[in-house]
C-alpha cells in the first residue's frame, strides 16, 4: 500500500483508507463478526486509516470499531472521526451541532465507545449553520492542545470556508466526494486546499455502488437521485464505458476508479468502503494510471456528465460545498 501525508501538517496514512460506515447497515445489514472481519483484513494488508462517524449507527460503528481493535496496538492505527449530525431514534437525520460546548461533548462519547484516550483527526461531518466555522474549530484546536486530538479536519466544505478556518488552525484534509464521476471539488476546493496545504481524503470513489456494484438499488441507495430512474440508467451508461479499458489493463472497473482518484495527486487519499473481506483485498489492488490512461478516462466520462444530484434535495441543501 502507498502511504501519503495528509496534508502538509498531517499524520502519515495508507492509501487507501478505510471507510467504516457500511459495516453499520447504511446498504443493508452486515454481521458483526463479519465486520470485524473486514477491519482485520484492512489492517493485516498494512491499511492505517479507519474513517468512521459518531453518529455511523448512532454510535454501532465506534463500537465495532473498539472491538476490532481490541488486540491491535493503538499507534499501528489512525483513527478519523466525524461529529455533528444528529439523530433521531428512528435513524433519521434531525440537523446539525457544532457548537463549541458540543464539539467537546461529542468527543467525549467517541473517546468511550472506540476505547481510546484520542483520536488522530477530527472534523464536523457538515457546516452548522449557526456556528462560525472558526468557533467548531477553535475547540477542536483547544482538544488538540489538551492531547485528546491530534489533528484537525474539515467535511463538506467550500473553499472560502476552508480558508477561514485555516486562518484559525492548521487543517490537516478535507473529506469530500471525489470520484469519476463527482468532481466539482476540482473548480475551487481542490486548488485551494492544494494552496493552503490541505490533504483531500475522497469518499464516494465508487459513486456509492454504481461503479463495480451489484446494481441493487437497497439502503441509503433508494433515496440518492442518481441512483434513480433515468438518472440511474444514465449513469450506468457513463460507468460501462470504462470496461473495455478495464480489461485491457487487467483490472476491475471498481479498482480502476480506485487508481484515477489515488492518480489524481499524492495529497488524494481515496477511502474505500467494504462489507466483505473480499471486497477489501481487491479495493487494495494497486493500478498505476499514466497520462495517457487519464485523458481517456476524460473521454469516456468527462467531468459534469453525470446525471443527477449525489444526496437527495434536503441534504444537498445543507452542503456548504455546494453553494
Known amino acids: 500500500m502507498q502511504h501519503r501525508q495528509l496534508g502538509s501538517t498531517g499524520p502519515l496514512v495508507t492509501s487507501p483508507a478505510l471507510g467504516c460506515m ?11 463478526d463479519e465486520g470485524v472481519r473486514v477491519i482485520h483484513a484492512y489492517l493485516d494488508a498494512g491499511g492505517t486509516l479507519l474513517d468512521t462517524g459518531d453518529f455511523y449507527g448512532s454510535g454501532h460503528n465506534e ?16 483513527l478519523s472521526v466525524k461529529f455533528g449530525a444528529m439523530r433521531a431514534p428512528d435513524g433519521g437525520m434531525v440537523g446539525v451541532d457544532a457548537r463549541p460546548a458540543a464539539v467537546k461533548n461529542f468527543l467525549t462519547y467517541s473517546l468511550q465507545r472506540l476505547g481510546v484516550d484520542h483520536v488522530d483527526v477530527y472534523r464536523p461531518a457538515r457546516l452548522d449553520p449557526a456556528v462560525p ?20 479536519g474539515l467535511s463538506e466544505v467550500s473553499a472560502a470556508t476552508i480558508r477561514r478556518a485555516a486562518a484559525v488552525t492548521p487543517i490537516c484534509d478535507l473529506q469530500i466526494e471525489y470520484s469519476v464521476l463527482s468532481r466539482e471539488i476540482e473548480a475551487e476546493i481542490l486548488p485551494t486546499c492544494r494552496e493552503l496545504g490541505v490533504g483531500i481524503t475522497a469518499y464516494g470513489v465508487l459513486g456509492r455502488g454504481l461503479i463495480g ?4 438499488v437497497t439502503g441509503g441507495r433508494a433515496m440518492t ?10 449513469n450506468q451508461a457513463l460507468v460501462a464505458r470504462l470496461h473495455e479499458m478495464a480489461a485491457a489493463k487487467d483490472v476491475t472497473v471498481a479498482q480502476l476508479a480506485i487508481g484515477w482518484v489515488s492518480a489524481q495527486g499524492g495529497d488524494v487519499v481515496p477511502v474505500i468502503g467494504a462489507r466483505r473481506v473480499d471486497q477489501v483485498t481487491s479495493s487494495l489492488t494497486d493500478v498505476e494510471l499514466t497520462a495517457d490512461d487519464l485523458a481517456r478516462v476524460d473521454e469516456l466520462i468527462p467531468a459534469g ?3 443527477g444530484d449525489r444526496y437527495p434535495a ?4 445543507q452542503l456548504d460545498s455546494e453553494r
Open 305 to 307: 456528465s453525470v446525471s
Open 213 to 216: 456494484g451489484s446494481g441493487a
Open 22 to 32: 457500511g459495516l453499520s447497515g447504511v446498504y443493508g445489514a452486515v454481521d458483526e
Open 225 to 234: 437521485p442518481r441512483w434513480q430512474g433515468e438518472h440511474r440508467e444514465h
Open 63 to 78: 463500537m465495532l470499531i473498539r472491538r476490532a481493535l481490541a488486540d491491535r496496538s493503538r499507534e499501528d492505527v489512525v
Open 314 to 317: 434536503a441534504a444537498m441543501a
Open 133 to 152: 466555522i472558526e468557533d467548531t474549530v477553535g475547540a477542536i484546536a483547544e482538544l488538540v492542545e489538551q492531547g485528546y486530538v491530534r489533528h484537525v
